[in-house]
Structures are given as C-alpha cells and as structure tokens.
C-alpha cells in the first residue's frame, strides 16, 4: 500500500441502489445528487436550482415525501418518486433514561442494527452516532467490542441517524423558522463516538459529516462535530483537511503495554506515532483543542504517576483531558476507579495547566453509557472469564 492510500477496512457497504429498484437520496453529496438527477432526466440547465430545491425539503425541513415539496411540479414529483425514495433507519426501539439521555436502536439495510445516543445538557444536546455495525478494535473495556464487525454503515445510514434524532425531538423548523443557529437546536451537537471506529470508514463518514454541515440543511457548525478515533494515524491530518470537524482521541493508558492491552490498535501504531501526527494535526490550536478521552480503570491506568506520565506525554499539544469514569456493562473485565482517586487525577492533570473535566455518566439505566453501546441482538452474555481471555487479560 502506498504511503497516500487512505487506511480502510475492506468491509461490505450496502450498495444505496438495489437492481430495478429507486435510489435512496439520504446520503448523497450535492454531485451525486446532481448525478443522479440529470441520469434520472433533469434537463442539466435545471439540475443545480433541481438540488437546492431537493436539498432543502429533505435537510432543512425534514421531508420524507416528495409529495411535501410545493415548489415542484406535480409532474415532476411524480416522476422522483418512480426513482428515488427518502429513507432514514428504522427505529426498532427507544428507551428513555431518568437522566433524559435517550437510546434509539435502528435497522439499516440488511437488517443489521445499530445504537444512537442523544444527551440532553442545560446547554447543548449532544447526539453520539454510528459509523460501523460492531467494531474490528476489540478494545477490552469497551461493550462494543466484544461485538464482531459486519460492514461499514453508508453515508445515508449515517446522516440518517441524524434526521431519526431530530425527527424524535420534533426539531424540525415550521416553515418561516430559521436556520442553522438561528433554528430550533435541541440538536446542537454531533460525536462520533457510537459503535465503530469513524476512520476505517472514512469516506462515508466524510459525506456524512458534510451533509450534516451544509448551510441549507441541519446545518451544524464544523466546531460542534467531534470524531473519536483510537488512533488510526495515517488518517488523522486527513480529518483535518477533509472534515475539518473537532478531534477526539480514545487514549486511555500512558504506556505502551498498557495501551496495548485497552487500545489493541496501539500494537499498530504506538503511543510515540500517535503523538508525532497529533502534534503534527493541521488544525491544531489553542482555540481547537484536541481531546484526549482516558476511561478510569480502578488499579490498571489511575495512579499518580499515570497522570503525571500523561501530562509529560502531551506536552506542547494544546488538549483537553476528559476523564471518563468506567460503565460496566455484563461481564465487563475491569471495575471503575474510586472516586477520590479520580478527582486526585484530575487534580494533577488541573495543576499541570490542562482543563481535566470528570465525565458525568450519563444513561447508564438504559446502558446508553460510554462504552456500553452494543446491537441488542448481539448482546451475548459472555462471562467475565470468556471476554478476558478474548482481550487477553487473563494472562
């Protein structure tokens, strides 16, 4: 593989368009829409003004009918819903926790499902999505890893989460309404922190990302999206030039054979080659922090001179450090740390010079919890012995 091709996993991804049958226009970048149009029969002189009216009934206003868009011919409306069809995911189930965090399970293509996460905050509501059905990282604290990895999710089933979100909170605009910051935004706020890992399926999350960014439709800045990668390091400066969304790492330990252990992919590309491209991540700056995300594990990454060694490791790197205190979830292999002992971590990441914010746990009844996500239908109960052999902690 040469040096520039892009590190991806050969995983199925559902081809939008079945055989005879009508394209699904979630998901398309305005030239694949245009594409599309102009093949389906749009005269090429109308297919741009085409786009922009299709673009905003389905991402401004929330349409799933092309019967709604009013500003189109009848004729003509007749003749996209011969062609193309307006699909998000199917919601399978919604629970509610008693902190207000709910957890959608959806069905995409195929018939494989996957957990979306919204966190309502006084300030913000933050929707945590998807980018792979399971996950090939088996990073051992975490529940989606002890899933197997089946395919990449499309750009559609991606965004679609998006739009099943704002569809359940009803934050659609009535017509008049505004846009962008000016609208409705229970929805302020994307992470790509759901099952998968976002930079083994990069190009699809890219257009994803870039839909849920467009001006004139859901329209979210680039500041309030934040992908979450273990460290997937020849893809890193590539976010920043080609999503330019917020940058979160899945770090978690301070040594390498620690991190190898939490984060197998670290066996790939160790600490030292993570920090040389974050240090090296176009967008770095004060203003543009990059996250490190460090999960508590009580007597495996939670001493003092773990987060002295952390604070030593970033240095130069302008970061913010969120603590995560451990989920568990059924058969989980390790414990969360005392909460005394998190706070004096936090204590010497502060003093150091570093913001160090302990995560409140959030959805943890419904196990909507960081790290907890898995599809219900693969949620085997493996014993605790079983997932520590797989993660190699039995040792």
């Given at each position: 593989?040469?040096?520039?091709?892009?590190?991806?996993?050969?995983?199925l991804?559902?081809?939008?368009?079945?055989?005879?049958?009508?394209?699904?226009?979630?998901?398309?970048?305005?030239?694949?829409?245009?594409?599309?149009?102009?093949?389906?029969?749009?005269?090429?002189?109308?297919?741009?003004?085409?786009?922009?009216?299709?673009?905003?009934?389905?991402?401004?206003?929330?349409?799933?009918?092309?019967?709604?868009?009013?500003?189109?011919?009848?004729?003509?409306?007749?003749?996209?819903?011969?062609?193309?069809?307006?699909e998000?995911?199917?919601?399978?189930?919604?629970?509610?926790?008693?902190?207000?965090?709910?957890?959608?399970?959806?069905?995409?293509?195929?018939?494989?499902?996957?957990?979306?996460?919204?966190?309502?905050?006084?300030?913000?509501?933050?929707?945590?999505?998807?980018?792979?059905?399971g996950?090939?990282?088996?990073?051992?604290?975490?529940?989606?890893?002890?899933?197997?990895?089946?395919?990449?999710?499309?750009?559609?089933?991606?965004?679609?989460?998006?739009?099943?979100?704002?569809?359940?909170?009803?934050?659609?605009?009535?017509?008049?309404?505004?846009?962008?910051?000016?609208?409705?935004?229970?929805?302020?706020?994307?992470?790509?922190?759901?099952?998968?890992?976002?930079?083994?399926?990069?190009?699809?999350?890219?257009?994803?990302?870039?839909?849920?960014?467009?001006?004139?439709?859901?329209?979210?800045?680039?500041?309030?999206?934040?992908?979450?990668?273990?460290?997937?390091?020849?893809?890193?400066?590539?976010?920043?030039?080609?999503?330019?969304?917020?940058?979160?790492?899945?770090?978690?330990?301070?040594?390498?054979?620690?991190?190898?252990?939490?984060?197998?992919?670290?066996?790939?590309?160790?600490?030292?080659?993570?920090?040389?491209?974050?240090?090296?991540?176009?967008?770095?700056?004060?203003?543009?922090?990059?996250?490190?995300?460090?999960v508590?594990?009580?007597?495996?990454?939670?001493?003092?001179?773990?987060?002295?060694?952390?604070?030593?490791?970033?240095?130069?790197?302008?970061?913010?450090?969120?603590?995560?205190?451990?989920?568990?979830?059924?058969?989980?292999?390790?414990?969360?740390?005392?909460?005394?002992?998190?706070?004096?971590?936090?204590?010497?990441?502060?003093?150091a010079?570093?913001?160090?914010?302990?995560?409140?746990?959030?959805g943890?009844?419904?196990?909507?919890?960081?790290?907890?996500?898995?599809?219900?239908?693969?949620?085997?109960?493996?014993?605790r012995?079983?997932?520590?052999?797989?993660?190699?902690?039995?040792e």
């Amino acid at each position: 593989m040469s040096a520039s091709a892009p590190i991806t996993q050969d995983v199925l991804t559902i081809p939008r368009k079945l055989p005879d049958g009508p394209t699904n226009i979630v998901g398309l970048t305005r030239d694949q829409l245009r594409a599309a149009l102009i093949a389906a029969g749009t005269p090429e002189k109308q297919a741009k003004m085409r786009v922009n009216q299709i673009w905003q009934w389905v991402y401004h206003w929330g349409a799933r009918s092309f019967d709604e868009m009013t500003n189109l011919a009848k004729g003509y409306r007749a003749q996209l819903a011969e062609q193309f069809v307006i699909e998000v995911p199917e919601v399978v189930s919604r629970h509610v926790s008693a902190d207000g965090t709910r957890k959608y399970l959806v069905r995409i293509a195929g018939g494989h499902e996957v957990e979306v996460v919204y966190i309502p905050e006084t300030d913000r509501g933050t929707l945590c999505i998807s980018s792979q059905v399971g996950c090939t990282l088996t990073c051992s604290f975490c529940h989606t890893g002890t899933q197997k990895l089946v395919r990449n999710l499309t750009a559609g089933e991606i965004v679609g989460q998006v739009m099943v979100a704002r569809d359940d909170l009803g934050e659609w605009p009535e017509p008049g309404e505004g846009t962008g910051e000016n609208g409705p935004r229970l929805l302020s706020n994307i992470v790509l922190m759901g099952m998968g890992e976002p930079l083994y399926n990069f190009d699809n999350v890219r257009d994803a990302m870039k839909i849920a960014m467009d001006p004139e439709g859901i329209s979210l800045s680039r500041r309030r999206i934040t992908l979450s990668t273990s460290g997937v390091v020849p893809e890193i400066a590539r976010t920043a030039e080609e999503i330019g969304c917020m940058l979160a790492i899945s770090f978690h330990a301070t040594e390498d054979q620690t991190r190898d252990k939490l984060v197998p992919i670290n066996k790939r590309w160790p600490i030292a080659d993570l920090l040389d491209a974050l240090r090296a991540y176009p967008k770095l700056s004060n203003s543009e922090r990059i996250t490190f995300e460090y999960v508590m594990l009580k007597d495996v990454n939670d001493t003092d001179e773990d987060a002295r060694r952390l604070v030593k490791l970033i240095k130069g790197i302008p970061a913010k450090i969120n603590l995560i205190p451990f989920n568990e979830w059924p058969g989980a292999p390790y414990e969360r740390s005392d909460w005394d002992r998190i706070e004096k971590f936090a204590d010497i990441i502060y003093k150091a010079g570093y913001a160090s914010p302990i995560r409140t746990p959030r959805g943890e009844d419904i196990m909507a919890a960081c790290g907890q996500l898995k599809s219900a239908t693969e949620r085997a109960r493996k014993s605790r012995a079983q997932i520590a052999a797989e993660a190699g902690l039995s040792e």
